[in-house]
C-alpha cells in the first residue's frame, strides 16, 4: 500500500482534512432542510453511526434561513450545498462550517466571488464539487463528461478561486462510474496539493454502492489519494456510514474497530452460520479499538484458519469453542456460546487499552 500522498490541511469546523489527519466519513440528509427536527434527527442518526461531517441541500431561502438555528441544534461540522443559487450561499456562509459549490452551475466569475469573500469572511472552506453529469460547456464540448474534462474543470474553478485570494479548498471529481471516478482522481492528484473528498456520485442502491464504492474507493485510498470520503446510497443513510467505514478498515487506512472474519458456508458446517453471525454483529457492542474477530461454522479448521484473530468463535453441533490468539480457552453450549463470545471480545479490549496505558 502506498504511502497517504500529503496535501494542504483545512478546517471544516473542528474536523481537520488532509495532511496526516484521519480520513473523515461524510454523508448527507435528505430531509427538506428548512424542516428543521427532521434534518436535525438524520444528523443525530448519523452522528451516532460514526458520521464525521454532515452536508444539507440549500434549494431556497427557506433553507438557507434554517441553517443558523440547525447549526446550534448539531455537534457535527455542517457542509451547505449550493446549487444555481448564489444568494443562497451567501446566507449559509453566515452559519456552516463550509460550503459546497458546483462551479458548473454556480454562475458568473463575479458570483463566484462574492461567494469566496462571504467564505473569506468567516474563514470557512469552500469544496469545489466538479460532477461529470454537470461540466461547463466549454469543458464538456472540448472532452466531452470525460475524466480528463472533469480534470480541466478542476483546475479552472482552482485558479479561478486562488485568483481570488483564496486557498481554503477541497476537491471532488465525482462520477457516475468506476473507471471515470478514479481516472480523474489520479489524473489531478499530481498537479495540486488541495485535499480530495472521495466519492462516486449517483452510485445506485445499497448492492451497487457498496460495490461501485469499494472498487474506486477502497483503490484510491490504497494507492495514497483521499482525505475524506462519502459513500452515496439511495436512501440508506446509516449504511453510508457502516460501509464508509468498512472501505476505510479493509483499505488498511483506518486503523479502528472490529474487523470480521467469517469462513465460506460448506459442507461441513456444523451450525447455521449465517444467522448465527448476523446475530453477533447486532449484539456486539460499538468498539474502537481495532480488532480482529473470527467466526467460524465448524471446529474443523478454525485453530488454523482463526488462529491471527484476537478472540474467535467456532460452531460445533450443539456447542462450540472460543479462541484467543490461537489458543482454546474454553468450550460452551451453543445457547451461551455468542454472550461468552462478546464478554470475551469486551476484555481483550480492555487488555489492549491496558496495554496502551489508557
Not at 296 to 317: P, R, T, Y
Amino acid at each position: 500500500m502506498k504511502n497517504r500522498c500529503k496535501t494542504k490541511v483545512i478546517n471544516v469546523g473542528d474536523v481537520k482534512v488532509g495532511g496526516d489527519s484521519p480520513i473523515s466519513v461524510q454523508s448527507m440528509t435528505f430531509t427538506k432542510t428548512a424542516d428543521i427536527e427532521s434534518t436535525k434527527a438524520q444528523i443525530d442518526a448519523l452522528q451516532l453511526a460514526g458520521c464525521d461531517i454532515v452536508r444539507v441541500a440549500v434549494s431556497d431561502k427557506e433553507d438557507a434561513n434554517a441553517l443558523k438555528t440547525l447549526k446550534q441544534s448539531i455537534q457535527m461540522p455542517l457542509v451547505a450545498d449550493i446549487h444555481f443559487r448564489y444568494k443562497l450561499a451567501l446566507i449559509a456562509a453566515q452559519s456552516v462550517d463550509c460550503i459546497r459549490i458546483n462551479p458548473g452551475n454556480i454562475g458568473s466569475k463575479d458570483k463566484i466571488k462574492a461567494v469566496v469573500d462571504a467564505c473569506k469572511e468567516r474563514n470557512i472552506p469552500i469544496r469545489i464539487g466538479v460532477n461529470a453529469g454537470s461540466l461547463e460547456k466549454q469543458f464538456e464540448n472540448k472532452y466531452g463528461a470525460t475524466a480528463k474534462g472533469m480534470v480541466e474543470s478542476a483546475l479552472y474553478n482552482i485558479k479561478l478561486l486562488e485568483d481570488f485570494g483564496f486557498s481554503d479548498i477541497k476537491v471532488s471529481l465525482k462520477a457516475s462510474d468506476v473507471e471515470r471516478t478514479m481516472e480523474s482522481y489520479r489524473m489531478l492528484r499530481p498537479m495540486v496539493r488541495y485535499p480530495f473528498h472521495l466519492g462516486v456520485t449517483e452510485a445506485g442502491d445499497l448492492e451497487s454502492s457498496m460495490i461501485k464504492s469499494s472498487m474506486a474507493l477502497g483503490g484510491l485510498l490504497m494507492e495514497g489519494i483521499g482525505d475524506t470520503l462519502r459513500v452515496s446510497i439511495t436512501g440508506e443513510l446509516e449504511k453510508e456510514v457502516e460501509v464508509a467505514r468498512s472501505i476505510l478498515r479493509y483499505s488498511g487506512r483506518q486503523k479502528e474497530g472490529i474487523t470480521y472474519i467469517s469462513c465460506p458456508t460448506c459442507g461441513r458446517l456444523q451450525a447455521d452460520l449465517v444467522p448465527l453471525l448476523k446475530e453477533i454483529k447486532e449484539k456486539m457492542p460499538k468498539i474502537k479499538t481495532p480488532m480482529q474477530l473470527s467466526v467460524m461454522g465448524c471446529a474443523v479448521n478454525a485453530l488454523g484458519e482463526a488462529k491471527h484473530a484476537d478472540v474467535a468463535i467456532a460452531f460445533g453441533s450443539g456447542d462450540g469453542l472460543i479462541i484467543k490468539k490461537g489458543t482454546i480457552i474454553g468450550k460452551y453450549k451453543e445457547r451461551e456460546l455468542i454472550d461468552v463470545f462478546i464478554k470475551e471480545v469486551l476484555i481483550t479490549e480492555q487488555e489492549m487499552l491496558e496495554k496502551q496505558g489508557i
